[in-house]
């Protein structure tokens, strides 16, 4: 089936270390996007990509990394810089050709900072 | 700047009562697009709507239906008969049509079916 995969489901991390967020997609879309939500808060922008190779900051892409090294990947990297990391994190990915302009997002990642 | 209002934080029905989610954007573009999304409590994000800014005509899909108005900046959606599947998080997002195309969305509102 086609869709968009994230893991681990549940992450828990030491304060201090970094941790990667996995993000896949076999629906053959160009760009992808990495949001965070907070308790009561909408989704916010971390990072987006376009397309392999390329990627942009959003509004909040402060103590994060991410990487476009192949069209399905999108891997978000919480570094120890980002203060308050705890989050429920979501990775969308969309199609860039047929007009078509909406965002399917993944199962998403609770993260939780020990 | 772009911005998403849902300005109801919570709302409880009782099972079969109509529901409306308001959703109230801002944008200084001409052309844009606006969305409605669902979380239900598994978390993952549903897509249920893309309407753009040339196209004011209401929508209908089944128990839902969705009114645009540009006039208001507003793009409301209601849930008719609601069902207690329809607990969730709704958001209202708006995006432009610049690089990347990117979402900004509302605060949701959490949508609380009782039966």
């Known amino acids: 089936d086609g869709g968009i995969t994230q893991s681990p489901k549940y992450l828990f991390r030491k304060e201090g270390q970094n941790v990667t967020l996995s993000c896949e997609q076999n629906l053959n879309h160009d760009a992808m996007y990495w949001y965070r939500q907070d308790p009561g808060q909408g989704l916010r922008l971390i990072y987006y990509s376009q397309i392999v190779n390329d990627f942009q900051k959003g509004d909040i892409a402060e103590g994060y990394s991410v990487s476009r090294e192949k069209k399905e990947s999108f891997p978000l990297t919480v570094t120890s810089a980002q203060k308050n990391p705890t989050a429920f994190y979501l990775c969308a990915s969309r199609t860039t050709t047929g007009g078509v302009v909406e965002q399917f997002f993944g199962p998403g990642t609770r993260l939780t900072v020990l | 700047a772009q911005k998403v209002t849902q300005a109801q934080t919570e709302i409880s029905v009782v099972e079969k009562e109509d529901v409306t989610l308001d959703c109230v954007y801002e944008t200084r573009d001409t052309t844009y697009y606006l969305f409605w999304y669902k979380q239900p409590p598994s978390g993952e994000l549903v897509f249920l709507i893309r309407?753009?800014?040339?196209?004011?005509q209401n929508e209908i899909s089944g128990r839902y239906s969705w009114n645009f108005q540009k006039s208001t900046s507003s793009f409301n959606f209601t849930i008719t008969a609601s069902q207690v599947v329809d607990s969730a998080v709704y958001f209202c997002a708006l995006s432009d049509l610049t690089y990347g195309n990117k979402l900004v969305f509302g605060a949701g509102t959490i949508l609380r079916v009782k039966s």
């Open positions: 309407r753009n800014s040339f196209d004011e």
